[in-house]
């Protein structure tokens, strides 16, 4: 019966991974998925989840199963990132929170919570987006249109173009907006236009779903909330997907976080209610170890000021990186003006490279991009910069 299965495209993230490792060039360069590399190539674990690890080691009596939405303390902690722990959502106990398997299982469950409780059948997300986000939204049956975000031409925000969508978006539907670092872009909007943005979900009552996945990666861990608590003043229930992959470095204990924000209590208690039987009916519980990770840090003032600091890090690392990769290509002679890399945040630059562009990156020069274009500034080097730079030259 197997042979009637057709075979799947390669995943256009994943799959490259997988391109990649089977390359045999020693000079190849993977700038295709969103890991953060140090100078060294490597993907460092940060100290304090060592520290936390250690002590978990030492700690940990049971492995015994969790509740279907995870550690209580975890929600706390992961509420705490999202609001501000001295927040009325947090005070008024308006919010409740899943540990999920990664922000992509928190994206699951709210897709499933928007389709099966709210009976809303669409989701807008931008364009373009991350380029998961239509499978899974699709997978849990929402069908999935596109929003106007980015000005190609000019490489900057099309917030005219946003808001002229949104403002056919009904309460019958769903939008999903980038916490900060949109990704692939690389373009937040302002703290205006997250007021207005807001104001429009307000007035026209949709139902609106955060992703969150790089807080902390385009100016700090609480300042890169601005979005979302603006949001939280103005309207009275929430989703948010949380990632915990890049912020914490813990990509492969997938650790992620569902939030929702009802008006009152009840209503969250209720509406979780629903949210633990569509975990339950898809992975039963979550895995433990990186979410206790995460709160073993965020509950402890000293850890967390360190993990604070090792996130700013990170941050002005990739910073470094835009503002020599803007350089090198200068020097180069590239005469297309690439200075809008630096203005962009987080991991990611949309280049605007085309797909031929990106094609000839791969087969000649052992450079891995996604097909959009974008490219993972987090995975450049000072070491490997020149080389990278000279290839794109070469191909523009
Ligand atoms: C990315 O966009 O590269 C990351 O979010 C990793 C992934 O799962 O695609």
């Given at each position: 019966?197997?042979?009637?299965?057709n075979?799947?495209?390669?995943d256009?993230?994943l799959?490259?991974?997988?391109?990649?490792?089977?390359?045999?060039?020693?000079?190849?360069?993977?700038?295709?998925?969103g890991?953060?590399?140090?100078?060294?190539?490597?993907?460092?674990?940060l100290d304090t989840?060592?520290e936390?690890?250690?002590?978990?080691?030492?700690g940990?009596?049971?492995?015994?199963?969790?509740a279907?939405?995870?550690?209580?303390?975890?929600?706390r902690?992961?509420?705490g990132?999202?609001?501000?722990?001295?927040?009325n959502?947090i005070?008024?106990?308006?919010a409740?929170?899943?540990?999920?398997?990664?922000?992509?299982?928190?994206?699951?469950?709210?897709?499933?919570?928007?389709?099966?409780q709210?009976?809303?059948?669409?989701?807008?997300?931008?364009?373009?987006?991350?380029?998961?986000?239509?499978?899974?939204?699709?997978?849990?049956?929402?069908?999935?249109?596109p929003?106007?975000?980015?000005?190609?031409?000019?490489?900057c925000?099309d917030?005219?173009?946003?808001?002229?969508?949104l403002?056919?978006?009904?309460?019958?539907?769903?939008?999903?907006?980038?916490?900060?670092?949109?990704n692939?872009t690389?373009?937040?909007?302002?703290?205006?236009?997250?007021?207005?943005?807001?104001?429009l979900?307000?007035?026209?009552?949709?139902?609106?779903?955060?992703?969150f996945?790089?807080?902390?990666?385009?100016?700090?861990v609480?300042?890169?909330?601005?979005?979302?608590r603006?949001?939280?003043?103005?309207?009275?229930?929430?989703?948010?997907?949380?990632?915990?992959?890049?912020?914490?470095?813990l990509?492969?204990?997938?650790?992620?976080?569902?939030?929702l924000?009802?008006?009152?209590?009840?209503v969250?208690?209720?509406?979780y209610?629903?949210?633990?039987?569509?975990?339950?009916a898809?992975?039963s519980?979550?895995?433990?170890?990186?979410?206790?990770?995460?709160?073993?840090i965020l509950a402890?003032?000293?850890?967390?000021?360190?993990w604070?600091?090792?996130v700013?890090?990170?941050?002005?690392?990739?910073?470094?990186?835009?503002?020599l990769?803007?350089?090198?290509?200068?020097?180069?002679g590239v005469?297309?003006?690439?200075?809008?890399?630096?203005?962009?945040?987080?991991?990611?630059?949309?280049?605007g490279?085309?797909?031929?562009?990106?094609?000839?990156?791969?087969e000649?020069?052992?450079?891995?991009?996604?097909?959009?274009?974008?490219?993972n500034v987090?995975?450049?080097?000072?070491?490997?910069?020149?080389?990278?730079c000279?290839?794109?030259?070469?191909?523009?």
């Amino acid at each position: 019966m197997f042979e009637r299965v057709n075979r799947a495209p390669d995943d256009p993230i994943l799959g490259l991974n997988e391109a990649f490792n089977a390359d045999s060039r020693t000079e190849k360069v993977n700038l295709g998925v969103g890991v953060f590399k140090n100078e060294d190539g490597v993907t460092p674990i940060l100290d304090t989840v060592k520290e936390a690890e250690r002590r978990l080691l030492q700690g940990e009596t049971t492995k015994s199963y969790l509740a279907i939405g995870g550690d209580a303390e975890y929600g706390r902690q992961v509420q705490g990132l999202l609001f501000g722990s001295d927040h009325n959502i947090i005070s008024n106990q308006l919010a409740r929170t899943a540990q999920t398997p990664g922000g992509t299982g928190a994206l699951r469950i709210a897709a499933e919570f928007i389709v099966r409780q709210l009976d809303v059948e669409n989701i807008w997300v931008s364009d373009p987006t991350w380029a998961n986000h239509g499978a899974v939204f699709r997978s849990a049956g929402l069908t999935v249109k596109p929003y106007r975000y980015y000005d190609a031409d000019n490489q900057c925000l099309d917030f005219a173009g946003m808001l002229e969508d949104l403002e056919t978006a009904g309460s019958n539907e769903a939008v999903l907006l980038h916490g900060c670092c949109h990704n692939p872009t690389g373009i937040d909007p302002t703290a205006d236009q997250w007021q207005q943005l807001a104001d429009l979900a307000e007035r026209r009552g949709f139902v609106v779903l955060f992703d969150f996945a790089y807080q902390g990666f385009a100016t700090g861990v609480d300042d890169d909330a601005e979005g979302l608590r603006t949001f939280a003043k103005k309207v009275p229930e929430l989703l948010v997907a949380s990632s915990f992959s890049k912020n914490f470095g813990l990509y492969n204990e997938r650790v992620g976080a569902f939030t929702l924000v009802a008006s009152d209590r009840s209503v969250a208690d209720d509406a979780y209610s629903q949210v633990k039987t569509i975990i339950r009916a898809n992975y039963s519980n979550p895995p433990a170890h990186g979410a206790k990770v995460v709160t073993t840090i965020l509950a402890d003032a000293e850890l967390k000021a360190k993990w604070i600091q090792e996130v700013a890090d990170m941050r002005q690392h990739i910073h470094g990186l835009r503002k020599l990769m803007v350089e090198t290509l200068k020097d180069l002679g590239v005469e297309k003006d690439f200075s809008f890399i630096q203005a962009q945040n987080g991991m990611f630059s949309f280049s605007g490279l085309t797909p031929e562009q990106v094609a000839r990156l791969k087969e000649e020069h052992g450079i891995y991009i996604v097909g959009s274009g974008r490219i993972n500034v987090a995975g450049l080097s000072s070491k490997n910069m020149r080389t990278v730079c000279e290839a794109i030259a070469s191909v523009l």
